[in-house]
């Protein structure tokens, strides 16, 4: 993201009552150990790294939309 790193967007949401409880995935060229724990300790839900193929993209949005609008269940607004 331009001008704003994805960590501090995280703590940004995660201290708005409004935003708390909205499931957060970060996508990210990283792999980063460090990056990952950072994330999660931040309150991320996910952390995934981009792949470098499309269909694999597709993929994994695939999953993504099953798993967050058809599986779980989330807190209503």
């Known amino acids: 993201m331009p001008r704003k790193n994805g960590r ?23 792999k980063s150990t460090e990056e990952i724990q950072l994330t999660y300790e ?3 839900n996910s952390f995934i790294t981009k ?8 993929g994994i949005m695939e999953v993504l939309k099953r798993y967050w609008f058809e599986t779980v269940a989330l807190p209503e607004n």
């Open 8 to 30: 501090d967007t995280l703590q940004e949401i995660r201290q708005d009552p409004g935003l708390r409880s909205l499931p957060v995935v970060i996508f990210t060229t990283s």
């Open 42 to 44: 931040g309150g991320t």
């Open 51 to 58: 792949p470098p193929e499309f269909q694999q993209l597709v």
